[in-house]
């Protein structure tokens, strides 16, 4: 797995709060469970915050990891 930066985004205000819960949703997960949890918050920020898809799947660290792209992109 990628090297990831999402256990920052939990406390940046930056990131909408509906992505953030998910994010606590797949933090709570066991590791291989959390991909599409990763997934659908990918989706969030690329939504919500306007990100290119390919930045929000490094970000939660997801880039390079097979999985389809789940920003509709």
Same mark, same amino acid.
């Given at each position: 797995?990628?090297?990831?930066? !999402?256990? &920052? +985004?939990?406390?940046?205000?930056? #990131?909408?709060?509906?992505?953030?819960?998910?994010?606590? $949703?797949?933090?709570?997960?066991?590791?291989?469970?959390? !991909?599409? &949890? +990763?997934?659908?918050?990918?989706? #969030?920020?690329?939504?919500?915050?306007?990100?290119?898809? $390919?930045?929000?799947?490094?970000?939660?660290?997801?880039?390079?990891?097979?999985?389809?792209?789940?920003?509709?992109?």
């Amino acid at each position: 797995m990628a090297l990831s930066v !999402a256990p &920052l +985004l939990l406390h940046s205000d930056a #990131i909408p709060e509906g992505a953030r819960l998910a994010l606590r $949703d797949a933090f709570a997960r066991p590791e291989d469970q959390r !991909a599409q &949890l +990763l997934a659908n918050v990918a989706k #969030i920020l690329h939504r919500e915050v306007d990100l290119d898809c $390919d930045d929000v799947l490094e970000l939660v660290g997801l880039s390079g990891d097979g999985v389809d792209s789940p920003c509709g992109c």
